[in-house]
């Protein structure tokens, strides 16, 4: 155990005090003609002091203090020890003003200087490992900090500036098809156009990710309200009125304030990513056990398997990624409403999108 304390020498002085009232516990127990039964006594007690006070050093050695904060640790458990030692030697004195006799004086006042200075290195000891864990959270405030401010930047980019330049991008690339005779130029061109609106939704979703991120909080939300809001958005970006839903009169859940995001995500997702002639329902139920679940479903060609995977570890390598932010938007939205987010296969084909949340307190009772 103590093998470390030489590498680490700010703490031997502590370790050598440690060993001197070890070595008076040996030589009491020599040298001593007292009682057998009292001599060992008394030397375990001694033992057991200078065991604590190695242990103590050992503890020390793992904090890595500095000269100064090594010579305040010394000089509290010194100062310690000084104390017992003055306040054992003066009741000592005192019984003896009153006649009575005290055997063992040295063993008495190594003990009680011993003992304070054990409670001195504890007190010291547990002050240092506060400082230290105050230095690593100052440490790491200012690394989050400091995170926090590059995506900020990151993300004026992706929601401005990116988003700028791909709409004249795109303003351009219509202008040149007006002009272009030649098919392939124009599939070129239909090509520009298509990867520019891809860019900027990446952008928009970028922003409402944000927004989801930068609120903790939940509210009481009725789900099939939420549910109307973005079938509704989801069939006017897409030109189509083929969505069908399954509500109840009401469905109230306790929710992140941003639980629509989710929502039209999933139903978006399921109409970009699969043919026009796809089915797509989105259905709200109270699964009776306190919780609301809301269901979208499609007849398409499924989820990938890799970005299912990523969405179940919640995280992303060179091998298993989602292939934008949609569905990262969608996980986060449903996780920060403390809810559980599932994808299963539809029967015969497609996907079935779950998000289960906890109902609201009124819906409960």
Known sequence: MFGSVPGRYRSVPLTLLGLGYLG??????????????????????????????????????RLELGVRDSLRVLSWTLASAGVGFVVAAVLIAMQRLDGVFVQNVPVLLLSASG???????????YRERLLAERATLRCQ??????????????NRVLRHDLRNETTIIRGYADLVADDVDDPAARDALRMVRRHSADVERLSRQAKRLNQVWEEDDRTDRDLVSVVAQSVDAASSAHGTTELRTDLPGSAWASVHPRFGFAVTEAVDNAL????????????????????????????GTGIPADEVAAIRDGTEDALVHCSGLGLWLLYWTVTLSDGTLSFTENDPQGTVVEMTVPAAEAARE
Do not use: Q
């Open 24 to 61: 008076a516990a040996v030589a009491h127990l020599t040298w001593s003609r007292d009682r057998l039964v009292s001599t060992v006594t008394e030397s375990a007690l001694l033992c057991l002091l200078a065991v604590c006070l190695l242990y103590g050093a050992y503890r020390l050695s």
């Open 115 to 125: 003992a304070t200075a054990a409670i001195g290195m504890a007190v010291t000891e």
């Open 141 to 154: 405030k200012a690394a989050v900090d400091r995170l926090n401010r590059r995506v900020t930047v990151l």
């Open 272 to 299: 970009r990513h699969n043919d026009p002639g796809t089915d797509v329902e989105v259905s709200v139920s109270d699964t009776g056990e306190g919780t609301v679940a809301v269901f979208v479903t499609d007849t």
